[in-house]
């Protein structure tokens, strides 16, 4: 069963890190672009970055440009994304969202298959 779980939300101070994990079952990164997303209270859905099946194409939102990192390790079937200099609007449910395709670029806003639960995360002093 094609699944992605994602963890490492919690409470961080405004300027603060967190690096959140999406962790792949039952299919290879190898084959499937993956898409990072969150959503506030009241807001609708933002597409925050993403990273293609080889690697090779990773994009951000301007909105977290220069400060979140996406990353993966196949050994692991897990995508990363690393949050620096975070602020309060970053607050949001995160989500993890997976897609089959092999080529081509990847972008923030895209659609996807297979989302999973979502891992909160709170900046706040």
């Known amino acids: 069963q094609l699944q992605v779980v994602e963890s490492g939300g919690g409470l961080v101070h405004p300027g603060g890190s967190l690096r959140l994990s999406c962790a792949a079952s039952g299919f290879s990164l190898d084959y499937y672009f993956i898409g990072w997303f969150r959503q506030a209270p009241g807001k609708e859905r933002e597409g925050v970055s993403c990273?293609?099946?080889?690697?090779?194409?990773?994009n951000y939102a301007d909105s977290v440009k220069d400060r979140f990192t996406i990353s993966r390790d196949t050994t692991k079937n897990t995508v990363y994304l690393q949050m620096n200099s975070l602020k309060p609007e970053d607050t949001g449910v995160y989500y993890c969202?997976?897609?089959?395709?092999?080529?081509?670029?990847?972008?923030?806003?895209?659609?996807?298959?297979?989302y999973g639960q979502g891992t909160q995360v709170t900046v706040s002093s």
């Open positions: 990273i293609s099946s080889t690697g090779g194409s990773k």
């Open positions: 969202a997976a897609r089959l395709q092999i080529l081509g670029n990847c972008h923030p806003e895209d659609s996807y298959t297979y």
